[in-house]
């Protein structure tokens, strides 16, 4: 193979896969703990971004910048933000990869109404590049399966 993991490379492929997927749960947990800094790290400058199937409307070139700006202002109120992702697939293509896995992220946050919580559960796809010696995520896709719970979590009055 010409990729530059040879296919009698299977270690460094491994090792690979596993920085990938280090850095998709980098992301998640830094996304969770509201570390924006760290968030931005995971994310290349340039990044396609499609949350189509939760907002409609067409992907968009966007920059991590930019990205991490909306999630600060969408989930930065919130008590508590967790994302579970598991059943990762990954393949690396040299200096690129691509990446799925499934995903559930609960968002808390207390009211008068007593629905405290918001469950979207979907799947993740992602493209990736090797930057700087690790990866940064250039393309973000996110295919909501089921939305459960409080969906109007925001329009509802906190407690304090």
Not at 121 to 148: A, H, I, P
Request: charged share 25%; proline share 2%; glycine share 12%.
């Amino acid at each position: 193979m010409s990729n530059g993991l040879r296919q009698e490379d299977p270690l460094r492929r491994l090792l690979e896969k596993d920085a990938v997927i280090t850095t998709l749960n980098r992301l998640f947990r830094s996304v969770d703990e509201k570390d924006w800094k760290q968030a931005e790290v995971c994310l290349a400058p340039h990044v396609l971004l499609d949350v189509t199937s939760l907002a409609g409307g067409e992907p968009e070139n966007t920059t991590g910048s930019a990205i991490v700006d909306g999630w600060r202002d969408g989930l930065g109120h919130l008590e508590a933000v967790h994302h579970q992702a598991g059943n990762y697939e990954v393949d690396i293509h040299g200096e690129a990869a691509t990446a799925t896995c499934y995903g559930i992220a609960y968002h808390y946050l207390p009211n008068d109404s007593g629905r405290n919580t918001r469950t979207f559960v979907g799947t993740y796809d992602f493209g990736l590049r090797k930057r700087r010696g690790g990866w940064e995520v250039d393309m973000l896709r996110y295919n909501l399966k089921f939305l459960d719970g409080n969906t109007d979590l925001e329009g509802q009055e906190g407690d304090g």
